[in-house]
């Protein structure tokens, strides 16, 4: 079935530093990408998607690319801020489906 | 326009009693679905219901349910309670269609003595 597989937490980064969280999938057909993002005592926000090959998702700074051929879609972001801080979660929704699967969240804390 | 509300927002049971979770989608929005969130398991998603019709289910076992009502407004129950459904439950709303994004609320959370 499908799956997401993302890298262990917790990452802790001093504030301005760049930030990398890998994320790899495995599904059938032409899937659907995003990343969530989870503040304490909330529930999820959508932070960027991507629906198709090559399309490059991007929202506050965040950016991630859906490569089919390594099927990852990484998120990355050049300076980080303390309110960065949160639990980060990539998933996926297959074609036809509301359903989405998640990774296992990576827990990001910035240091000022 | 007011999101996805979720009531309660905290509970508390004991093992063996049943429990339901109501969940107010946005405004317009005809889909609802439901996850749970454990430390152990992650995200898991429980059900979607759309116009009042189950369209997909997870892989729960049949203690876990839920029902849309004609106003979009939906339930999830679960029987007879276990220690491990102690759990954080988020349901989402969209409009429905495979390109609409879902909306998740704050989330209800239960625990189970």
């Known amino acids: 079935g499908d799956s997401v597989t993302q890298m262990e937490g917790p990452v802790t980064l001093s504030e301005e530093a760049f930030l990398t969280i890998n994320c790899t999938y495995t599904?059938?057909?032409?899937?659907?990408l995003f990343w969530y993002v989870q503040y304490p005592g909330e529930g999820l926000q959508l932070l960027l998607k991507?629906?198709?090959?090559?399309d490059k998702g991007s929202n506050k700074g965040f950016e991630a690319t859906y490569r089919k051929e390594t099927t990852s879609f990484h998120l990355e972001k050049g300076s980080v801020q303390v309110s960065d801080s949160a639990v980060y979660f990539c998933?996926?929704?297959?074609?036809?489906?509301?359903?989405?699967?998640f990774g296992q969240g990576t827990r990001l804390t910035i240091n000022p | 326009k007011a999101g996805v509300t979720q009531t309660p927002r905290y509970l508390i049971k004991t093992r063996g009693q049943q429990v339901t979770l109501s969940c107010s989608p946005i405004s317009g929005h005809r889909s609802v679905s439901w996850y749970q969130q454990t430390p152990g398991q992650g995200l898991q998603f429980l059900f979607e219901?759309?116009?009042?019709?189950?369209?997909n289910k997870g892989n729960f076992p049949g203690r876990f349910s839920g029902r849309q009502f004609s106003n979009s407004r939906s339930e999830m129950n679960v029987s007879t309670l276990e220690l491990g459904d102690s759990a954080l439950y988020l349901c989402a709303s969209s409009l429905g269609g495979h390109y609409n994004e879902q909306f998740f609320g704050p989330g209800t959370r239960l625990t189970v003595l």
């Open positions: 998933a996926l929704r297959s074609q036809g489906a509301q359903k989405l699967v």
């Open positions: 599904a059938t057909g032409y899937p659907s």
């Open positions: 219901y759309f116009s009042e019709t189950q369209r």
């Open positions: 991507a629906t198709k090959a090559d």
